[in-house]
């Protein structure tokens, strides 16, 4: 079995999973899905719904990660 760490939260404390490359499985929980130079990203977070600013707020979160990584690629 493997455990999933988070690696990112927001700032209300919320935690974010992610962003993965493909679509999580049902039972990992909500997730909000985006797109990012024209590949869809994925981000599983915990617990309860999302407002809309705190949707904005993983979409801003999930691109800078994607970011990030390119540039250490």
């Not at 499985?25 to 590949?39: I, K, Q, S, T």
């Amino acid at each position: 079995m493997s455990t999933w760490l988070p690696n990112g939260k927001l700032k209300d404390g919320t935690l974010l999973f992610g962003p993965l490359k493909e679509k999580p499985r049902a039972d990992l929980g909500p997730y909000v899905e985006g797109e990012f130079n024209g590949r869809p990203w994925f981000v599983v977070y915990c617990c309860k719904a999302l407002t809309p600013e705190q949707t904005d707020e993983v979409r801003q979160w999930a691109e800078k990660q994607i970011s990030s990584r390119a540039q250490r690629a």
